[in-house]
T-cell receptor
Framework: GIQVEQSPPDLILQEGANSTLRCNFS?????LQWFHQNPWGQLINLFY???GTKQNGRLSATTVATERYSLLYISSSQTTDSGVYFC??????????FGDGTTLTVKP | ETGVTQSPTHLIKTRGQQVTLRCSSQ?????VSWYQQALGQGPQFIFQ???????GRGNFPPRFSGLQFPNYSSELNVNALELDDSALYLC?????????????FGQGTRLTVV
């Protein structure tokens, strides 16, 4: 099956810093989403981005489907950005695969 | 418009028992997918139901089964519970198959098997 690798696994930042999270996938995908998992376990939608670039406030994402990767940018990080970030890919076979996540800690 | 809701939020079961978890899809959605998330890992895809039929399954044994009802709500049933089944179970709903449209998640059910 398709492999999804996220990097880095852990990231520690000072408040106000910028960061880039990466998601590599091993095969063609129909769909890609980025999520933020809150401390209670709920997955919060950040971006639905099978290709191209999108921005939402301090967050933006880019997916280059032909090169099989996606990037999530967080600018001017805040302590509330802390948590685990997941990318998930969806294939034509009707299955979805999540990466193992990036754990972000933003220190005040 | 209501979001995806799951019940119960927590439960504890004994090894060998059976459990049923429930998911109400977001208004207007006709597809539900189920995931198992062990501690420290990403969610693992169990299966997807589209218009009441199973439409895609991950690497889970047959003791994991499901249903989708005419109102598109869904159940996940796990028989013969094992200790390793302890996890957060998440469901997601979408309009159309998740490969084609954005999926939205519920808050999860935390299952502990003792």
């Amino acid at each position: 099956g398709i492999q999804v690798e996220q990097s880095p696994p852990d990231l520690i930042l000072q408040e106000g810093a910028n960061s880039t999270l990466r998601c590599n996938f091993s095969d063609s995908v129909n769909n890609l989403q980025w999520f933020h998992q809150n401390p209670w376990g709920q997955l919060i939608n950040l971006f639905y981005i099978p290709s191209g670039t999108k921005q939402n406030g301090r967050l933006s994402a880019t997916t280059v489907a032909t090169e099989r990767y996606s990037l999530l940018y967080i600018s001017s990080s805040q302590t509330t950005d802390s948590g685990v970030y997941f990318c998930a890919v969806y294939t034509n076979a009707g299955k979805s695969t999540f990466g193992d996540g990036t754990t972000l800690t933003v220190k005040p | 418009e209501t979001g995806v809701t799951q019940s119960p939020t927590h439960l504890i079961k004994t090894r060998g028992q059976q459990v049923t978890l429930r998911c109400s899809s977001q208004s207007g959605h006709n597809t539900v997918s189920w995931y198992q998330q062990a501690l420290g890992q990403g969610p693992q895809f169990i299966f997807q139901y589209y218009r009441e039929e199973e439409n895609g399954r991950g690497n889970f044994p047959p003791r994991f089964s499901g249903l989708q009802f005419p109102n598109y709500s869904s159940e996940l049933n796990v028989n013969a519970l094992e200790l390793d089944d302890s996890a957060l179970y998440l469901c997601a709903s979408s309009f159309g198959q998740a490969r084609d449209t954005e999926a939205f998640f519920g808050q999860g059910t935390r299952l502990t098997v003792v």
